[in-house]
T-cell receptor, first 114, second 118 residues
Framework: GAGVSQSPSNKVTEKGKDVELRCDPI?????LYWYRQSLGQGLEFLIY????????KSGLPSDRFSAERTGGSVSTLTIQRTQQEDSAVYLC????????????FGEGSWLTVV | AQTVTQSQPEMSVQEAETVTLSCTYD???????LFWYKQPPSRQMILVIR??????QNATENRFSVNFQKAAKSFSLKISDSQLGDAAMYFC???????????????FGQGTTLQVKP
């Protein structure tokens, strides 16, 4: 696609429910990143994919968070048993050597846990 | 580990005037990239400008330019002829060079909120 696409744009969920957030990177981009941004805060790195593998998962805050990427393209971030502190904007980004290694971001998924 | 610091939580500028946003970083690497991203209320992170560490010449993009001081590890953003549409949160970010053992993830500062007054 022309840009990084994320869905849903907004999600309200009840505490304890599981949620899935989807990211479709720019076509041909091999690297994919997930970040989290709490209200008024900077961006917190969660996980990095190169192709379908995730060599850096160091930012995942707990084992309730997981992510996968299939076909070297679409990625899904799953949060199990959501808590109120999970409320944030989840941003996906992608890059490739062909893009000069510049990282391009999607518009984010705004998650609210009530 | 690399760190990025933006010491100005908020800045304001009069329309058509010039404003400079500060950023400092810490690294032991010699090969890296620096970026400024803009995040308007729509929350989309928009790339404003990038600088390769090996380039001595400061990057410019229309009204946006940087002052890259490698020895001082400083990377400030100058916005000339400020416009109302420039109002946003601005993030400075660091990325290790291609081929580094690092994953190439961006390390962000805490951001500076820029207000543009008409």
């Amino acid at each position: 696609g022309a840009g990084v696409s994320q869905s849903p744009s907004n999600k309200v969920t009840e505490k304890g429910k599981d949620v899935e957030l989807r990211c479709d990177p720019i076509s041909g981009h091999t690297a994919l990143y997930w970040y989290r941004q709490s209200l008024g805060q900077g961006l917190e790195f969660l996980i990095y994919f190169q192709g379908n593998s995730a060599p850096d998962k160091s930012g995942l805050p707990s084992d309730r968070f997981s992510a996968e990427r299939t076909g070297g393209s679409v990625s899904t971030l799953t949060i199990q048993r959501t808590q109120q502190e999970d409320s944030a904007v989840y941003l996906c980004a992608s890059s490739s050597p062909s893009s000069g290694n510049t990282i391009y971001f999607g518009e984010g998924s705004w998650l609210t846990v009530v | 580990a690399q760190t990025v610091t933006q010491s100005q939580p908020e800045m304001s500028v009069q329309e058509a005037e010039t404003v400079t946003l500060s950023c400092t970083y810490d690294t032991s690497e010699s090969d890296y990239y620096l970026f400024w991203y803009k995040q308007p209320p729509s929350r989309q992170m928009i790339l404003v400008i990038r600088q390769e560490a090996y380039k001595q010449q400061n990057a410019t993009e229309n009204r946006f330019s940087v002052n890259f001081q490698k020895a001082a590890k400083s990377f400030s953003l100058k916005i000339s002829d400020s416009q109302l549409g420039d109002a946003a949160m601005y993030f400075c970010a660091y990325r290790s060079g291609y081929g580094s053992s690092n994953t190439g993830k961006l390390i962000f500062g805490q951001g500076t909120t820029l207000q543009v007054k008409p």
